[in-house]
């Protein structure tokens, strides 16, 4: 059969759709539910390569539908033959997205990078390879059994500043900075800047603004859930909120999404120099 580009390129068209249409519906399922969140928080925990959260849930939920487990490593079909790991004969590529950037000039003249479209990317979890021993995977979180947490080294890594006060709650921000609870433990001060932090990220924009609050609570809650289970953090306060919702899939419409790429981007500044 002649190779016909033009039904390539509306087959790609569609496939994008596909994900994008499955990332919403099963992301808003996710944030709805602490053992989704703990599961993809323990995929997150060990990759080879800085995926985010949002691809890799993406991948999750298709490695899930296959072969019916969870993502381990992810890699390319490149990237797993540099480990010396080839993949199994036979075996469906997973896909995830990648944005394709464009360069604009904005009103002063200068050049910016915006999204023009989405692609997709083949990689494969490490299930579906063989070869030599991974020495990125290991039967322990990596990064729970490697690393002590302390709230002093994510403090002085977040881009805003994030001051301590005795609080009779665990937080605020005004959206420039945050205000925690000095009075709670280490771990209570991580979940309580994790959530304030989830605000300030995502509803000081314009579209966030207009969320109402028991959305936005949601939304800062799941966040601060998943982050503190991707360090080994017990969140019992975050768990109860997220278990006890009662809203309805038109409140949530973009709140999953949005929280993957919440809690991707404070992980990206946060963690920088502790994890890698």
Not at 61 to 75: E, H, P
Not at 102 to 111: A, L, W, Y
Not at 242 to 257: F, R
């Amino acid at each position: 059969m002649a190779y016909d580009k033009e039904k390539w390129k509306k087959d790609k068209k569609e496939q994008v759709k596909s994900l994008k249409d499955s990332l919403k519906k099963l992301s808003n399922e996710l944030i709805t539910d602490t053992d989704k969140l703990k599961k993809l928080a323990e995929s997150w925990s060990n990759q080879l390569y800085s995926y985010s959260a949002q691809n890799l849930f993406t991948a999750n939920f298709q490695l899930i539908a296959n072969k019916g487990r969870m993502v381990s490593a992810l890699g390319s079909y490149k990237r797993w033959k540099d480990e010396e790991r080839y993949v199994n004969k036979g075996e469906k590529a997973l896909h995830i997205l990648a944005p394709i950037f464009t360069k604009i000039k904005d009103k002063n003249g200068e050049e910016e990078k915006v999204i023009s479209f989405f692609k997709t990317v083949p990689v494969f979890d490490i299930s579906q390879t063989n070869g030599k021993a991974c020495k990125y995977v290991s039967e322990t979180n990596k990064l729970i059994s490697e690393t002590e947490f302390k709230f002093e080294d994510l403090k002085a890594n977040c881009k805003c500043e994030v001051k301590l006060e005795s609080l009779s709650y665990g937080g605020h921000t005004d959206g420039e900075s945050i205000t925690v609870n000095i009075d709670h433990t280490n771990e209570g001060k991580i979940a309580n800047m994790f959530h304030e932090l989830a605000h300030l990220e995502s509803h000081y924009t314009k579209e966030g603004k207009e969320l109402d609050r028991r959305t936005k609570e949601l939304e800062a809650e799941a966040v601060s859930y998943l982050l503190c289970e991707l360090i080994g953090i017990e969140n019992k306060k975050s768990a109860v909120y997220i278990n006890s919702w009662k809203g309805g899939a038109k409140e949530l419409e973009k709140s999953g999404q949005r929280v993957l790429k919440t809690a991707d981007k404070i992980a990206k500044y946060v963690f920088k120099g502790i994890l890698n």
